[in-house]
């Protein structure tokens, strides 16, 4: 063969490998993005069980304008999405790893509903997490890792 020949097989080579290499890099940032967005629709609908938990009055098992009491069913406190849970304080920092469901214990007009999925975030070390502070005409996406 002449040099032509290998150089244009070299290449070639190159080519095919920097291909792959980007495939698999949106690949990855495609899944991380999924998982951070079912995540964050759990966590809508987690929220709007708690805004219907306070506008419920005591009598019927609700809040009556208070989030004291409120908690995530064992039903919700997971799924192939991630994992979920209820706090009364924001979480801090990436490395906040929900646990058990929570009940709000004291009088609040404010919950933090925490978020966990299964990938790897874009830390490349913990999970993604997600979290939405909870009020009882708002709800507010803040995205952790």
Sequence with gaps: MG??????????????GI?????ITLFKSNQQSSNRDQVIN???NL????????RRPVSMAG???DFKGFYI???DTGNDNGSYTASPTAPTGNAYVPGDTTH????????????CGKIIGNDE???VKVYVTVTHMTQDIFILN
Excluded: C, N, P, R
């Design 73 to 75: 069913m064992s039903a």
């Design 47 to 54: 929220a709007w069980k708690a805004q219907a938990y306070y």
């Design 3 to 16: 040099t032509q020949q290998l150089l244009l097989i070299v290449l070639g080579v190159v080519i095919v």
């Design 42 to 44: 759990d966590l809508e």
């Design 63 to 65: 809040g009556g304008e």
């Design 104 to 115: 709000i214990q004291a009088a609040s007009q404010k919950i933090y509903i925490i978020g």
């Design 125 to 127: 070390v913990s999970f």
């Design 19 to 23: 291909a792959i290499a980007i495939g």
